[in-house]
């Protein structure tokens, strides 16, 4: 199924009104699962509600603690989660997912459109940057990042290689936040036009550059750093402050640093 096919089904199951039984919800669960986007957990769930994203369904097993947790940390969303919150047993919850998350809560949600997504990386002039991952690795990372992008408001994260950024853990890991910014997979040769500012420890330090809002700000692994390709795209290399003899800084860490940089710059 894909993702137009999976928000027809959305739209038509919306038309028929939620599934009010348990039994229902599982027929739904299982007919939406293979196309949409799982959101585990309550503060998931919340922030895709609250960045605009279609969620055919939300279950949990104790609807009134679901609502009360709401009402006390998110009241915006409180009626939205009423109106689409089917409550099942959490032993059949269990069947439905990986593990079930502490809130008692979990979604499915259809996944942006990627022309939409694409459209929003390439418009120009841009507000704010947009974050190039280099071949990330670990799922966890990723998920952070675009967790920080969204905070701070960025156009949207990149990555480049074989990671998913859509990958469940990394949805798990942004807490709901892909439906803050665009977030899409693409090769070095298919990034958005924009000046390249990829960060390298033989870079001049980045306190001495003002960031652009259209800066595409790219960061390599720990490890390897960014590739060869991306290092031939660069504008220019920056580095972020380090001590001496400390070897890197978390991925995560990098771009929140970086991102703050250019917020600051961007306020002058």
Not at 98 to 111: C, D, I, M, Q
Not at 147 to 167: C, E
Not at 233 to 250: C, F, G, H, K
Request: hydrophobic share 45%; net charge negative.
């Amino acid at each position: 199924m894909t993702s137009d096919e999976a928000g027809q089904t959305a739209t038509t199951s919306d038309a028929a009104g939620q599934a009010a039984t348990a039994d229902g919800a599982v027929r739904r669960w299982g007919e939406l699962s293979t196309a949409c986007v799982l959101l585990d957990g309550f503060h998931a769930v919340k922030h895709a509600l609250r960045f605009g994203a279609r969620i055919p369904l939300v279950v949990t097993s104790d609807k009134a603690a679901a609502l009360d947790l709401a009402a006390q940390l998110a009241p915006d969303v409180r009626e939205g989660l009423a109106a689409l919150a089917v409550e099942i047993p959490r032993e059949i919850l269990r069947e439905l997912l990986p593990r079930v998350h502490p809130t008692g809560v979990a979604a499915l949600a259809v996944r942006p459109e990627r022309a939409a997504n694409l459209a929003a990386l390439a418009r120009t002039p841009r507000p704010a940057p947009v974050v190039v991952l280099d071949n990330p690795r670990n799922l966890g990372n990723a998920g952070a990042v675009i967790r920080l992008a969204a905070g701070f408001g960025a156009t949207g994260v990149i990555t480049t290689g074989t990671l998913d950024p859509w990958h469940p853990n990394v949805v798990r890991g942004a807490a709901g936040l892909h439906f803050a910014t665009a977030v899409e997979g693409l090769t070095v040769d298919e990034l958005p036009d924009g000046p390249v500012y990829a960060l390298d420890p033989e870079g001049e330090d980045i306190r001495t550059r003002r960031l652009p809002d259209d800066a595409l700000l790219a960061f390599g692994s720990e490890r390897s750093g960014i590739s060869d390709e991306l290092r031939a795209r660069a504008d220019e290399l920056v580095s972020l402050p380090m001590r001496p003899q400390v070897s890197s800084y978390n991925l995560a860490t990098s771009v929140g640093m970086t991102l703050f940089h250019w917020s600051a710059g961007a306020r002058l």
